[in-house]
């Protein structure tokens, strides 16, 4: 059960702007509206308005106008919500706003919660709750592919496929249970290899589905890019070339950059985060000393690793550097920058260039100063995790909850093939199956709880 009286707030970002729009919802929502609503066609109520139509109208009470309005009608339960929604659509002053809220207010309605609207469309059943958080996600996406990973969540892509796994189990339940209830008669209603083969394909789904949280989080979050190398290679100028602005300090000092910098950009639709450590040498320098720990660091934490090179310089260092930069990153990508390439002697580029590379490396030549070539680092940074790749049916997960549940999820199915492989007994079997079951039902929404609703709604936009 829960609070089922109307309610009202602007949808529309807070300040002023051209138009805003307030949203009513519940059983009384187009009555409440009826009461402040004035037709220029004498006699016309909204209640007596078809679903899904537009009206123009005043908003006022007795004989004061506030503004000049057009309401959206959308009836139960055909609507966001299921419920009746009014949408009134007004000019954007702050003051007409709070005016008709407060006059909304005035005939019955009350303020919503943040997340409200979306609550009642998951309580009501018009969605569950993993298309219910990929409504906030939507609104909080910064990039291309954050924007279509959260549209296919929230259109049901996800869902359907948490609904097949639970499909699956139950059916695995439903035999084991059954056999309980024989349990003195000592009969088998399943072939236990048939048993293990729906088992492990269950478990081969949830280990794929957690799998891909760790793309899901950079592509919602910003992908994690370390740029590191020796002092004065052009770190800090490569910085600033893909930022478009003089955020790092550039000097010819060695030691410059002390500490991790780091920023967030969106380049060709994908979401950058950049950290620019301090450059790789030996020094007696305490503070110095910290930054270039803080650099290693920043190696575990990065999806993609830009190793900046003078290629100036001689090529025999910078191998070792590579060597040596290998031997400290696990699976992430690599990218060779060899800096300073308009000033450099094409022996050294032609050597470079020979240098073998492993499947998760690449090489790029570029000029930091002059930007040139930043256009290819950028489309190497981009294949690098193939982020274009995704298609709009393939299912990646993004959300921290979402892979917590999976996880748990993927440990009782794990126990549950380790049972039957065993022998184990059917009680305990049934017991894992409905653990992995409950955890499943936590990410829809068919097992949960009011906390849950309260964590995962407050987060929300008021007037979503």
Known sequence: MFDQKTICAISTPPGIGGIAVIRVSGSEAISIADKIYRSPHAGKSLTDQKANTMHFGVIQLENNIVDEVVIGLFK????????????ISCHGSVYIQQQILQLLISQGARLAQPGEFTQRAFLNGKMDLSQAEAVADLIASSNSAAHKLALMQMRGGFSNEIKQLRAGL?????????????????????????????????????????????????IKNGIPVAIIGETNVGKSTLLNALLNEDKAIVSDIHGTTRDVIEDVVNIAGTLFR??????????????????????????GKAEIVLLVTDISREVGPIKDRIIKIREKITDQQLIIIANKVDIAQQVAIRQLSAFPLLT??????????????????????????????????????????????????????????????????????????????HYLGEITGEITTDETLGYIFRNFCIGK
């Open 274 to 299: 950049f950290s620019d450590t301090a450059g790789i040498r030996d020094t007696a320098d305490i503070i110095e000393t910290m930054g270039i720990e803080r650099s290693y660091l920043q190696l």
């Open 76 to 87: 139960s339960p055909h609507s966001f919500t299921c419920e009746d929604i009014v949408e």
């Open 170 to 218: 139950l059916r695995f339940a439903a035999l084991i249970e059954l056999e309980l209830d024989f349990a003195e008669e000592d009969v088998e209603f399943a072939d236990r290899s048939s048993l293990i083969e729906l088992a492990t394909n269950i478990s081969n789904l949830l280990q794929r589905l957690t799998d891909s949280f760790r793309l899901g989080n950079v």
């Open 360 to 437: 998760n490396e690449s090489l790029v030549f570029i000029a930091a100063k002059s930007k040139t070539n930043i256009d290819e680092l950028v489309q190497k940074m981009q294949n690098s995790l193939n982020l274009k790749s995704i298609g709009s049916e393939d299912i990646v997960v993004s959300n921290v909850r979402h892979y917590e549940a999976l996880s748990l999820a993927l440990k009782a199915i794990k126990l549950v093939i380790s049972g039957l492989q065993t022998g184990i007994s059917g009680d305990f079997l049934a017991q894992d199956i409905r653990e992995c079951l």
